[in-house]
């Protein structure tokens, strides 16, 4: 987490695609106070990423469960840096 009290921004880094149970269980599992994610993983699985955190969404607020603002990114591109297979 990015900040020790709430409200509380936290940040992931997702170097190989998580299945959608797992991802599940990464959103279950959540800080207290928490209001927005950003993911950071390759620009390769980024849109994946997107529309697992898109499918939890919509299961978590048919739930009337809170959601907080999730955000992915690509990480940046650096010579001589290779995200892919990284686990």
Do not use: C, M
């Amino acid at each position: 987490a990015v900040n020790g009290t709430p409200p509380l921004h936290t940040i992931e880094v997702e170097l190989t695609p998580k299945h959608l149970a797992k991802l599940q269980q990464v959103f279950e599992h959540r800080y207290p106070g928490e209001v927005q994610t950003t993911y950071f993983t390759p620009p390769a699985h980024r849109d994946g990423l997107t529309r697992r955190l898109a499918v939890l969404e919509q299961a978590t607020r048919a739930r009337n469960e809170p959601w907080s603002q999730v955000t992915a990114v690509p990480l940046p591109e650096l010579p001589g840096v290779s995200y892919e297979g990284a686990a």
